[in-house]
């Protein structure tokens, strides 16, 4: 399990905001161990990530009730969202299951992003690891394969869909088509 410290080296601090984990904890069903062990996220990762959500439909740890028919109510918070599509593209804790899911907004889509919100703050610890050792094109897609075997390890659900968020992103890093 990574510490606070790698956390906020991997971050930096400077690029962290806070979230209400231990009201969480005792607010939502999701059990305690979905939950990552700091009280802070990233405030932008480059691509894949960010809390910055100023200007944007939702606030960050907005509420959404989605209705979902006959199933009742899937109650979910807002944990970020896509860089490039803030408004449409948020992910969500699911506040029952403590899964990471990304809502689009304007379709209702739900797709799972990660199993967890602990396995959503490792992969972006990975993530940042692996973008500041990026030292070009070169070696990029060898690492980049690295990194999806690290993922899988930490998540495999997150791969379970050749067509996944974190799916397409390594696809991407490693310059293969889906």
């Known amino acids: ?11 930096e601090s400077d690029n962290v905001v806070p979230y209400p984990r231990d009201a969480w904890i005792g607010e939502f069903k999701a059990p305690a ?5 700091v009280d802070f996220l990233p405030l932008d990762m480059s691509v894949v990530y960010t809390a910055y959500l100023e200007d944007a439909r939702f ?3 907005s509420r959404i009730d989605l209705d979902m028919g006959r199933d009742g109510k899937l109650a979910l918070a807002v944990v970020g969202a896509v860089p490039d ?12 299951s403590g899964q990471i899911l990304l809502l689009g907004v304007s379709d ?11 396995a959503l703050a490792e992969f972006l610890y990975h ?9 070009g094109a070169a070696g990029r897609a060898k690492r ?9 390890a930490i998540d495999p659900e997150a791969f379970a869909d050749r067509e996944s968020w974190w799916s397409i992103a ?6 293969t088509k889906g």
């Open 85 to 96: 599509d803030k408004d449409d593209m948020l992910f969500c804790l699911d506040t029952g």
């Open 59 to 61: 606030d960050l740890y």
């Open 170 to 175: 390594l696809m991407q890093l490693e310059g």
């Open 127 to 135: 993530f940042a690891l692996f973008i500041d050792a990026d030292t």
């Open 1 to 11: 399990m990574t510490d606070s410290d790698a956390y906020l080296k991997a971050w």
């Open 33 to 37: 161990t979905t939950y990552p062990a």
């Open 108 to 118: 209702g889509t739900l797709e799972l992003v990660n199993s967890t919100f602990k």
């Open 144 to 152: 980049a394969k690295a990194l999806r075997a690290e993922l899988t």
